[in-house]
């Protein structure tokens, strides 16, 4: 039996494998996916997640149980050697193994992209994981309980000053609800005042959320503003370090809270090692109909999709466009390759790849969102609703979808929950401290600030 070998069972993985058990029939290939995650991320809910509207192990939906009749490795494709059929294979415990294939299917996604900015990579979390968005909420939590024992000064105010770098769809989303969730905290913090609280929204173009028209961009930084925040366009970070934020505008200030959302780059293991073609940018080079190589020089038995493909967007009507990395596009990819490479195992032809843009949704905040198709802007309450129904609507089985929903309607009568639980990153914290102090999680401060003379308690 022939064996289809899935790396990454993200968006485009995960929705492969699914219709290839609903159309491959039995004895005719066995699937196999290898993801060091067992289960694929819902990342459209991950802002959410940041807000605690979502819970986080419903954004993540489970491969054991969804996939029934494919078989999972646990572990990360360290190589793909598609000249002898083979990936090498890194599990989390034990030695490195090979697993042969007869097809390949690479939809390992990408990456978040880090610049060399000084203090980024000790200070700044990524959202691209549902553990990174549980962190950032956790850490907003956790610094509104330690803020409310300070005096009001630097120390809280840095407390409780946010940053996000990246402009883009998922930090405008973030930065959106996240906001959302520290201005209706604020209200059972009698301790802390409104105006103490400082939003940083660092973009390095002039605009933010380019899936939108300038018109509706712009209205996005004004309503964030009118929210309180700060939108510093043309401005980039320069540095970070100790949480001390540096902009390229001449700018500073300080940040308990840094979150990097400035966009996506190449896979490592795709873009340095496969033998399969690579373009410029690190992306696998595939045809319309989904296939590793160009309609010149095909690449038997390879498929690519998803983040990690420039796949021809034969809708945009441009010669040489490829598809945007989101996530209407990698579940599409991800059917169609499906059946593409059961039509071609029974000697039928591939279909190209077309999908047209349903328009671009987003939420900024509970109950504010924005949505455009075309010349078709609608913003605020109503937008929110629509971005709340597609994505509940769009997110892969009942059993999810009604969990979420269950979620959202208690939160509508009941509020949402505001306990931070950062400690479950340290677990052995109170076990090995003999309960003192009672499992808190480490300073969120950083060590130069910790040694300053000891703060004054505020009236309690
Ligand atoms: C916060 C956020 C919000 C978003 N919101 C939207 C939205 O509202 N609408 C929209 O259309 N898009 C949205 N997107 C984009 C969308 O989620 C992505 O485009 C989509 O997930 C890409 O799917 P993929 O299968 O290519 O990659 P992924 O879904 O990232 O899956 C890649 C998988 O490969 C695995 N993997 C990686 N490397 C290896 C390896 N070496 N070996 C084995 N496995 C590996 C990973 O563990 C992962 O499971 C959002 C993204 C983010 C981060």
Redesign the pocket.
Known sequence: MRTILI???????FYTAWRLEKKLRRGEARVVV????PY??Y??F??EVLAGSVEPRHAAVSLRRHLRRTRLVAG???AVNHAHRTVTVQPAEGQEFALGYDIIVV????VTRTLAVPGVAEQAIG??HVEEAVAIRDRLLTAFDRAATLEPGPLRRRLLTVTFAGGG??GV??FGELLSLATSLIRVYPELRPAELEFHLVEASDRILPEVSDEPGRWVVRSLEKRGARVHLNAQVLSARDGHVVLSTGEEFDSGLLVWTVGNDA?P?VRSHTDLPIDGRGLLVVRADLRVGTDCEPVPGAWGA???AAVPDLAAGRAGAVTV????H?VRQGKLLARNIVATLRGREAKPYVHHSLGAV?TLGLGRGIFQYRRIVITGFPAWLMHRGYHVLAVPTWERKLRVLAVWLTAAVLGRDIVSLAAAQEPRRAFVTDGEPAGLPAPLLPAPLLAAPPLAPAVR
């Open positions: 790396v990454g069972g993200g968006y485009a993985g290898v993801d060091p995650r694929m991320t990342q459209p991950l802002p990360t494709v360290t939809t390992a996604g990408a959202m691209k769809f998922s989303e973030g896979n293991m998803g983040d990690d990395p989101n996530a209407q990698a987003a």
